[in-house]
C-alpha cells in the first residue's frame, strides 16, 4: 500500500516538474529559435545604442541637420495603432468597423459636449438631419447606403447599441464610442 503512494506521489511530481519544464521552455523561447531569439535582443541593443547617440550627438550650431520620415513621429501610435483626431481638451476613444470587418481606432480630442459634434467637427462623421435627429451616413470616409445595399452605421456606447443618436448623446469620461457598418 505504501509503495502505491510512493508510486503515485513520485508520478505527480515528475509531472508537474515537466509541467513547469515545458512552461519555462515555452516562455523563455517565445514562439522563437535561439538564433531568432539572440538576432532580436541585438536589434533592441543596436537600436537603444543608435537611440543613446542620436540625444547625445545634437549638431552644432551652424551645422545642417537632415531628419529622415523614420525619425518623424508619427500620428499612430506602432504599439496600438490609435489615430489622433481633433483638438480640444476632452478626449475619448471611438472606433470604427468597417463593412469588411475592419477596425480603426481613435483618440478624438475636442472641446464640443456631444458626441455627434465631436466627431463631426474631427470630420470622421457625415450625415443628414431627419426627424430623429442626425442619420449618419458616412464614418470615416466609409458610406453606407441603405437604399442600395440594405448597410447603414449602427452607433455603441461601450459595446452596447445605443438609444439615442450621436448627436445626443453628452461625451462622458471613460466611455467608449463606435460605429459598425451592419446590415439591415
Do not use: R
Not at 515555452?26 to 531569439?37: F, I, R
Not at 537632415?66 to 471611438?94: I, N
Amino acid at each position: 500500500m505504501i509503495t502505491k503512494i510512493t508510486k503515485k506521489l513520485s508520478s505527480f511530481v515528475l509531472c508537474t516538474a515537466l509541467i513547469v519544464a515545458m512552461a519555462f521552455t515555452t516562455a523563455g523561447c517565445n514562439g522563437k529559435s535561439d538564433d531568432a531569439a539572440s538576432k532580436d535582443a541585438a536589434k533592441t541593443e543596436s537600436s537603444a545604442q543608435e537611440n543613446d547617440s542620436t540625444q547625445t550627438d545634437a549638431p552644432a550650431s551652424g551645422e545642417d541637420s537632415q531628419q529622415t520620415d523614420a525619425d518623424v513621429p508619427d500620428e499612430t501610435s506602432a504599439q496600438d495603432d490609435v489615430k489622433t483626431a481633433g483638438e480640444g481638451s476632452t478626449k475619448f476613444l471611438f472606433t470604427v468597423t468597417d463593412p469588411d470587418g475592419n477596425e480603426t481606432a481613435f483618440e478624438v480630442h475636442t472641446d464640443k459636449e456631444t458626441v455627434g459634434e465631436a466627431l463631426s467637427d474631427a470630420g470622421l462623421i457625415e450625415g443628414e438631419e431627419g426627424q430623429y435627429g442626425l442619420y449618419v451616413t458616412s464614418v470615416n470616409g466609409i458610406t453606407a447606403d441603405y437604399d442600395s445595399d440594405g448597410l447603414y452605421w449602427a452607433f455603441y456606447i461601450n459595446d452596447e447599441y445605443a438609444t439615442q443618436g450621436v448627436d445626443l448623446v453628452t461625451i462622458t469620461e471613460g466611455d467608449t464610442y463606435s460605429f459598425k457598418a451592419e446590415k439591415a
